[in-house]
């Protein structure tokens, strides 16, 4: 066993969850929404893991779909 299967279902799952999120929550009127200078410094981990900013995230699709956009591409493909 080595962990090549985790990590493959790792990356399927966080795949699968970067979908969702980026569905699940539709904020058509942008309710509470974030500055895009936000979203940029949340996509360069520049705010801490505890930011509130985090939770608008998984409870706005609009939100979560641009921070997926500004994130940098993951260098594992
Ligand atoms: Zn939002």
């Known amino acids: 066993m080595t962990d ?3 990590s493959a279902d790792d990356r399927k799952f966080s795949d699968d ?4 999120l980026s ?3 539709p904020n058509p009127g942008r309710i509470g929404c974030l500055s895009r200078d936000f979203l940029l410094a949340l996509a360069a981990r520049a705010q801490p893991i505890g ?3 985090y939770e608008h ?6 939100c979560y779909r ?3 956009r500004l994130q940098p591409a993951r260098g594992d493909q």
């Open 17 to 20: 969850l970067d979908e969702l």
């Open 57 to 62: 995230l998984l409870q706005c699709s609009e």
């Open 66 to 68: 641009e921070f997926r």
């Open 4 to 6: 090549d299967r985790r």
């Open 23 to 25: 569905r699940a929550n």
């Open 51 to 53: 930011d509130p900013g």
